[in-house]
């Protein structure tokens, strides 16, 4: 059976928008999908706007024009599954994987026509899963693989760079005894509990982790190990706010849950296993001298 459908159909029934740009960069097909994409009409834009006022900047525009351009990329006058973004008529970014054709006629160029897959769907699920991947469910922070990923990172920059680097190693007293007499539900109420103290409790900058049971980790860049210090005297003075059995709360319960909290400041040069190693040492410290209290890593600790 022989269909007879013509170019223009078969562009305006296409589920991926097509866009086709003359010799000067002009739009010159803009179909349907591509409206709904980017919230265009085809009368807005066809013979009115450049292909690049849709990209994020020039210089975006002008290296896709160079891989359709280079047959080392993906072959002559094409490019195949590229990734990028583009602007809607709103301003915000589209991510897309872009499909495209250089139009040649008797060797001259004309144009090229790009197939434009929407990829908001697949990027939104992919965010979901790395989240997921990188966070501790009870607490929503980040988990312990992440924590160092994120330390090695920090390091690497102060180690280029210069600057500050404070870790806060945070360990609760008492907690066992709430898992022993309150249950393990309680248990858990605490540490949801954490997290929102120490979401709550640290600037844009900073990081909290939960580095597995009742272990977390603060990490503070551009932080000196005094600052961190009082910092991390903040954060114990808001979990003895907010938690029903810290020394400051009044209750007639037989556990009391405080913090203990150990700091330590960077090294360029070291390892970040004794980078942790350090501020681990001074939270013992802490729970030596009490508990409910902030150390600071000092060269006796050695």
């Given amino acids: 059976m022989h269909l007879n459908i013509n170019q223009a159909e078969l562009i305006s029934i296409c589920p ?12 010159s097909v803009f179909n349907t999908s591509a409206e709904n994409l980017l919230g265009y009409s085809a009368d807005q834009v066809i013979g009115n706007m450049s292909i690049r ?3 994020p900047s020039d210089a975006e525009a002008k290296k896709i024009m160079r891989m ?17 973004y583009v602007l809607n008529s709103n301003r915000d970014r589209v991510p897309i994987r872009l499909s495209a054709a250089v139009l040649m006629k008797q060797g001259v160029y004309r144009g090229s ?8 769907r697949q990027k939104t699920l992919e965010n ?8 501790d469910d009870l607490s ?20 280029r760079y210069g600057g500050e680097l404070s870790l806060v190693c945070i360990d609760l007293d008492g907690f066992k005894q709430v898992n022993d ?15 929102r103290v120490l979401r709550d409790g640290l600037r844009e900058s900073d990081q909290a982790f939960r580095y597995g049971g009742d272990e977390f980790m603060l990490l503070l860049p551009n932080t000196s190990r005094d600052d961190a210090c009082c910092l991390a005297d903040r954060v114990r003075q808001l979990f003895n706010m907010e938690c029903n059995y810290s020394p400051d709360a009044f209750h007639r319960g037989a556990v009391t849950v405080s913090m203990s909290l150990g700091v330590a400041s960077c090294n360029s040069a070291e390892p970040v296993d004794f980078f ?5 040492m001074a939270m013992y410290s802490a729970k030596q001298a009490g508990g409910n209290c902030v150390k600071q890593f000092t060269s006796g600790h050695m």
Avoid at 150 to 156: A, I, R, T
Avoid at 182 to 195: M, N
């Fill in 113 to 120: 026509v790009g197939f434009f897959h929407d990829m908001t």
């Fill in 68 to 84: 359709m351009m280079d047959e080392s990329f993906y072959g002559p006058g094409r490019v195949e599954g590229y990734e990028t």
């Fill in 140 to 159: 929503g922070l980040f988990n312990q693989r992440h924590f160092y990923v994120q330390v090695s990172s920090e390091m690497m920059r102060v180690k």
């Fill in 53 to 55: 006022q849709i990209y």
């Fill in 16 to 27: 991926d928008p097509v866009i086709a740009i003359n010799r000067r960069g002009v739009i």
């Fill in 276 to 280: 942790v190693q350090r501020a681990d």
């Fill in 181 to 195: 007499k309150l249950g393990h539900l309680e248990g858990d109420q605490i540490v949801r509990q954490i997290g």
């Fill in 128 to 135: 979901t899963l790395l989240k997921q991947s990188i966070t």
